[in-house]
């Protein structure tokens, strides 16, 4: 998700303030609850979330990540800190549908590559739900399956980066996409974030609050294209991706 676009709603709320609560990223186990053996809906750690009523906030980080990489990693977090998320969500999509033109990686290694960038960051956890839903991933579904899920009490903050917001209004069911989660759109070298754009979401039904990050010129087209010659990925991801990436004998020419 979040490949096809990026959106939010906006003027309608009051902007995010930062939180000064610590961040809490286990999920909240109800007093005497038996682990549940059903399937998650959205994570192990992230299904309860909310479930003791009080305000949390759910930081959702939708993409590619083919692969995922520090450029992706740092936003988030710089996010969940700034707006005081008590997790986040890095959801794969299963078939993006803005990215057809090229072999998307199957989905399985995607995510497995996700687990292993996210898992040393307690407030980080990875849903495979757009992978197990199917067909096209439209992150209107995704947003309507988590708000489903989760009580009122939890926010959804749907993060993105400058390149993917300005295609929101493209994005599939778009207007229903606005008033489902609010949005933060980060900055990110090459992609414009300016005062024209934020007008343009003042007069949509998107919330979209803009967020500067570190600037880290990172995409996983450039790791994709350096395996591909050969080239070292050190430090543009975590190791454990790099070594996944190696022994998968992912992005190779001859793969
Ligand atoms: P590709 O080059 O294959 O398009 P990508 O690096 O753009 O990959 P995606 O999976 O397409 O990664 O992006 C997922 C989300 O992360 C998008 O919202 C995108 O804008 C954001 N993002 C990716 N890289 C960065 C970065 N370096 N800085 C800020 N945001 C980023
Ligand atoms: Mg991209």
Redesign the pocket.
Same mark, same amino acid.
């Given at each position: 998700m !979040?490949?096809e676009t %990026?959106a939010s709603e906006s003027s309608a709320r009051a902007p995010l303030p930062g939180r000064a609560t610590p961040c809490r990223a286990q999920a909240v186990s109800l007093p005497g609850e038996v682990a549940s053996r059903r399937a998650p809906v959205v994570s192990e750690g992230l299904d309860n979330l909310g479930a003791d009523g009080a305000p949390a906030r759910l930081g959702i980080?939708? !993409?590619?990540?083919?692969p995922?990489?520090?450029?992706?990693l #740092?936003?988030a977090e710089q996010v969940r800190e700034a707006y005081g998320l008590d997790a986040v969500v890095f959801i794969? #999509?299963g078939s993006?549908v803005f990215?057809r033109d090229r072999d998307v990686t199957p989905a399985d290694e995607r995510l497995a590559m996700c687990r292993l960038a996210t898992e040393s960051n307690p407030a980080f956890d990875v849903s495979a739900m757009e992978i197990k839903r199917g067909g096209d991933t439209y992150t209107v579904d995704t947003l309507r399956e988590l708000r489903a899920h989760y009580p009122d009490n939890v926010e959804l903050v749907f993060?993105? !980066? #400058?390149? #993917?917001?300005a295609k929101i209004f493209r994005w599939h069911e778009s207007e229903a996409v606005a008033g489902l989660a609010r949005f933060v759109a980060?900055?990110?070298?090459g992609?414009t974030l300016d005062d024209e754009m934020r007008a343009t979401f003042e007069k949509s039904s998107f919330t979209v609050d803009f967020l500067e990050?570190t !600037? %880290?010129?990172?995409?996983?087209?450039? %790791?994709?294209r350096r395996v591909s010659e050969g080239k070292s990925i050190r430090y543009l991801t975590m190791s454990r991706v790099r070594d996944y990436i190696c022994e998968h004998g992912l992005y190779r020419k001859e793969r």
């Open positions: !979040g490949e %990026l980080m939708g !993409g590619t990540f083919d995922i990489h520090i450029g992706h #740092a936003c794969p #999509a993006p990215k993060i993105t !980066g #400058a390149d #993917a917001v980060v900055t990110r070298p992609y990050v !600037g %880290l010129s990172v995409s996983s087209s450039d %790791l994709r």
